[in-house]
């Protein structure tokens, strides 16, 4: 009954001076700890010659620790109490992690494989499908959005950092193995999705301009 849960609820409250706090903080530690493990195979190299475990490792351990704090502020101050949510979020943004995972390297699992697409494909996914987990989502936006974070995650990690992701297709890597050095071919990339991105922003920002022109008019003469 709602008696119940209203009762429920005080409990937690007198118990834990902040509960949204204290579970949010309890589930980032957890996050972390997951993203320690699953990294823990990783070589992670050292600062001059990083690996690919580094940046996965630290970030989980960053992570957790601001999940700690978070925990412990929960403990020590007041604050809101838990309330209901919707599943559209948490949803959404598994499916976009797991999108990103089953695309962005070649990959089998029994009779399902997967062609390995490259960071070039799989991030712009990963970031529009993450994005439909509010329902104020839309397209162009999330598009724009994908193609210039994932130009920038391509020059960071594969050009700066030169850390071992997949950053192209496998058929694609196949059929310009020798003819077109790497690391050119990884800022031509960046460079198209970057042009592409801001293309579609400047016709995003002409056509809000060109509205605005047509309803001041028509809002005079009314």
Do not use: K
């Amino acid at each position: 009954t709602m008696s119940d849960a209203s009762d429920g609820v005080r409990r937690t409250r007198s118990i834990v001076p902040a509960p949204q706090s204290f579970v949010a903080g309890i589930a980032l530690v957890l996050l972390g700890m997951f993203g320690i493990w699953a990294a823990s195979d990783l070589p992670r190299g050292t600062l001059g010659s990083m690996g690919p475990g580094m940046l996965p490792h630290w970030v989980a351990i960053g992570v957790a620790i601001c999940g700690g704090v978070l925990a412990l502020t929960g403990l020590v101050r007041e604050g809101a109490g838990l309330e209901t949510f919707g599943l559209r979020g948490p949803v959404t943004v598994v499916l976009a992690i797991l999108a990103f995972a089953v695309t962005i390297r070649p990959f089998s699992l029994g009779p399902v494989a997967g062609p390995g697409l490259g960071l070039i494909i799989a991030g712009p996914l990963a970031v529009i499908i993450g994005g439909y987990a509010t329902p104020e989502a839309r397209f162009r936006e999330l598009l724009i959005l994908a193609l210039l974070l994932t130009a920038g995650c391509m020059l960071l990690f594969g050009d700066l950092l030169n850390l071992p992701i997949p950053i192209f297709p496998t058929v694609l890597i196949e059929a310009a193995s020798g003819t077109i050095p790497s690391r050119v071919m990884l800022r031509l990339g960046a460079g198209a999705l970057a042009l592409a991105g801001l293309g579609l922003l400047a016709m995003q920002r002409r056509s809000t301009h060109r509205g605005r022109i047509d309803v001041a008019p028509h809002t005079m003469s009314t």
